[in-house]
Nanobody
Framework: QVQLVESGGGLVQAGGSLRLSCAAS????????MGWFRQTPGKEREFVAA????????AYADSVKGRFTISRDNGKSTVYLQMNSLKPEDTAVYYC?????????????????WGQGTQVTVSS
């Protein structure tokens, strides 16, 4: 079992930045790949970014590439999502997720554990 707790969401103006954190517990952190997803009302949860267990490989959705950066600190069992140049369309509940593999995937259903989500609101 892995428990995940997100933090760092909030309200920010367009063009601003936020950093989300996700603290994990319950399993050797470096053995799980981590992902960030987001969801708005009435829409399916969508992939944002992912990082392998060792942190050497990352992947991003086209909509955030060049603006968002995923990273992890295995010593602190924490994964981060640095979000820069935020746009109103980035407004969503952001979730971190973990999967029982060191390899990343963009597919929602292949993640085994989820946090409770944190709201990010970008005003225009």
């Amino acid at each position: 079992q892995v428990q995940l707790v997100e933090s760092g969401g909030g309200l920010v103006q367009a063009g601003g930045s936020l950093r989300l954190s996700c603290a994990a517990s319950g399993r050797t952190f470096s053995s799980v790949a981590m992902g960030w997803f987001r969801q708005t009302p009435g829409k399916e949860r969508e992939f944002v970014a992912a990082i392998t267990g060792g942190g050497g490989t990352t992947a991003y959705a086209d909509s955030v590439k060049g603006r968002f950066t995923i990273s992890r600190d295995n010593g602190k069992s924490t994964v981060y999502l640095q979000m820069n140049s935020l746009k109103p369309e980035d407004t969503a509940v952001y979730y971190c997720a973990a999967r029982n593999s060191i390899l990343i995937t963009l597919i929602v259903s292949r993640y085994d554990y989820w946090g409770q989500g944190t709201q990010v609101t970008v005003s225009s």
